[in-house]
């Protein structure tokens, strides 16, 4: 429970991070693709690995982590998107809700035991989910841009579905650190080349403000996924509990955050969805 409730942090971190981009003009893809560098080498030193290329390219799950590098990178600019033409709320939403894929495929797939009172949390989890996360600008989306959200439901789900399955099948509880840190070192990668093609293109550089960003975003975004694979290779605990659990605190902190700190203002639906999140938790950890 340890892993899962440090997961929960370091990402509820990352999104407090993100939103202060906004404040500091940062630009959020330059900052992303040096998050992923300054993530790959604390892994690097975290695991007390070398940095050698080789140690990434031949393993049994590179093909897998090349294949989730390139879906991040692709969900990332949708959500960018869907935020400037839907609202935050509407790419929070689809993000979250992709929950529902790596929790079916594990009942589907891996036979994980989905009696009624897990079931019961599950919804209440999806619930809690929506109403927590909506705020008003989630009418706003453009109808002709209706797929952006689906397409960040779909990527999301099956990124975290082949995270589960890869560290599942093929990554060693003592390989844990070296696999997280390949998903980094591949996302930075395919961003420098998409940075590539916009210097290219747009005469795109690289600014001070905008790497120090990254660096700051590189330290917790890179413990948000080493934590949560490791809460996944924990035995007392199913995927559809762990997905679910990290989903629902990593709302309700965010929320928590946007209140302390921001003074964001809760309509009726968010205390409605705060209330059904913790119900969820409730019902998903008798359920275990």
């Known amino acids: 429970m340890l892993y899962l409730l440090l997961s929960v942090f370091f990402t509820s971190l990352v999104f407090l991070i993100l939103k202060e981009f906004n404040r500091f003009q940062i630009d959020n893809f330059q900052a992303i693709v040096v998050n992923y560098?300054?993530?790959?080498?604390?892994?690097?030193?975290?695991a007390n690995s070398p940095v050698n290329l080789d140690l990434y390219i031949n393993q049994a799950w590179t093909v897998g982590?090349?294949?989730?590098?390139?879906i991040f990178i692709i969900t990332f600019n949708l959500m960018a998107i869907t935020a400037q033409k839907g609202g935050l709320s509407v790419m929070t939403i689809?993000?979250?809700?992709?929950?529902?894929?790596p929790i079916l495929i594990g009942v589907v797939l891996y036979k994980e035991n989905?009696?009624?009172?897990?079931?019961?949390?599950?919804?209440?989890?999806?619930?809690?989910?929506?109403?927590?996360?909506?705020?008003?600008?989630?009418?706003?989306?453009?109808?002709?841009?209706?797929?952006?959200?689906?397409?960040?439901?779909?990527?999301?789900g099956v990124a975290d579905s082949l995270i589960n399955h890869i560290q599942l099948f093929y990554v060693s509880q003592n390989s844990l650190a070296v696999f997280s840190t390949?998903?980094?070192?591949?996302?930075?990668?395919?961003?420098?080349l998409v940075c590539v093609v916009k210097f290219v293109t747009i005469g795109l550089k690289f600014t001070l403000k905008n790497i120090i960003g990254g660096v700051v975003l590189g330290?917790?975004?890179?413990?948000?996924?080493?934590?949560?694979?490791?809460?996944?290779?924990?035995?007392n605990y199913e995927s559809s509990f762990i997905f679910s659990i990290n989903n629902l605190l990593v709302v309700l902190l965010s929320v928590i955050l946007g209140?302390?700190?921001?003074k964001e203002k809760l309509s009726k639906q968010n205390y409605v969805g705060i209330?059904?999140?913790?119900?969820?938790?409730?019902?998903?950890?008798?359920g275990v």
């Open 275 to 286: 209330v059904m999140s913790i119900l969820a938790i409730v019902f998903l950890y008798i």
């Open 65 to 70: 982590a090349i294949c989730i590098s390139l």
């Open 219 to 235: 330290v917790p975004n890179y413990f948000s996924i080493y934590y949560l694979l490791k809460a996944l290779s924990q035995p």
């Open 37 to 46: 560098f300054i993530a790959f080498f604390i892994g690097s030193w975290f």
């Open 94 to 101: 689809a993000n979250k809700m992709s929950v529902v894929i």
């Open 114 to 156: 989905l009696g009624a009172i897990r079931f019961t949390g599950i919804i209440v989890a999806l619930l809690g989910v929506w109403f927590t996360s909506k705020k008003q600008d989630v009418s706003k989306l453009d109808k002709r841009f209706w797929y952006l959200p689906l397409l960040i439901f779909i990527g999301s």
């Open 182 to 192: 390949s998903l980094f070192l591949f996302c930075g990668l395919l961003g420098v």
């Open 259 to 262: 209140v302390l700190l921001y």
